[in-house]
Antibody, heavy 115, light 106 residues
Framework: QVQLRESGPGLVKPSETLSLTCAVS????????WSWIRQSPEKGLEWIGY???????NYNPSLWGRVTMSLDTSKNQFSLDLASVTSADTAVYFC?????????WGQGSRVTVSS | DIRMTQSPSSLSASIGDTITITCQAS??????VNWFQQIPGKAPKLLLY???TLETGVPSRFSGRVSGTTFTFTITNLQPEDFATYYC?????????FGGGTKVQI
């Protein structure tokens, strides 16, 4: 059974970079596509982007230029960096297994952007 | 981006009822729609993909259909564990986009 678990700071200051990591168990990050989705009361569910097992990436154009995703096969995890955050980036961030269909979700990591 | 207009935003129902939720896509997306269930404090859970195919382990009281650009999600014989928020999602075009959600309450 595939399990995902997000980790990272719960509080980030405006203009700084939000960094989250997703640890994968029950599968290998070298085997499929891995995505990030966030959820806020204001914007609802928003797809951030994916990274594939071969390292190809696709990001939501609404976040273009601020998002970077990476894979760490040695630790079987993948990561999200979101630069220049504002209060609009306050949300629960989910890591998921899948490209456009999120088949399996992590439990979510609540991130607040505030000084 | 493709817009998914979901209705209603909330509804009240009773145990044993049949409920229907609709998502209207802003353009033709074939059958490329997923449906998710979210319980408060939890991550969404995939129930149906391809508009009408049940994910493994999902009870058959959940169903979906498509007619043109209108997607319908139905729960028959509503059970206590079904009171949750439901979302549609299109995956025909990147970026995938979600409907605004329907909260099903007692």
């Amino acid at each position: 059974q595939v399990q995902l678990r997000e980790s990272g700071p719960g509080l980030v200051k405006p203009s700084e970079t939000l960094s989250l990591t997703c640890a994968v168990s029950g599968d290998s990050v070298s085997s499929f596509f891995w995505s990030w989705i966030r959820q806020s009361p204001e914007k609802g569910l928003e797809w951030i982007g994916y990274i594939s097992n071969t390292g190809s990436r696709n990001y939501n154009p609404s976040l273009w230029g601020r998002v970077t995703m990476s894979l760490d096969t040695s630790k079987n995890q993948f990561s999200l960096d979101l630069a220049s955050v504002t209060s609009a980036d306050t949300a629960v961030y989910f890591c998921t297994r899948g490209k456009a269909t999120p088949y399996t979700w992590g439990q979510g990591s609540r991130v607040t952007v505030s000084s | 981006d493709i817009r998914m207009t979901q209705s209603p935003s909330s509804l009240s129902a009773s145990i044993g009822d049949t409920i229907t939720i609709t998502c209207q896509a802003s353009q033709n997306i074939g059958s490329s729609v997923n449906w998710f269930q979210q319980i408060p404090g939890k991550a969404p859970k995939l129930l149906l993909y391809g508009a009408s195919t049940l994910e493994t382990g999902v009870p058959s009281r959940f169903s979906g259909r498509v007619s043109g650009t209108t997607f319908t999600f139905t729960i028959t014989n509503l059970q206590p564990e079904d009171f949750a928020t439901y979302y549609c999602q299109q995956y025909d075009n990147l970026p995938p986009t979600f409907g605004g959600g329907t909260k099903v309450q007692i």
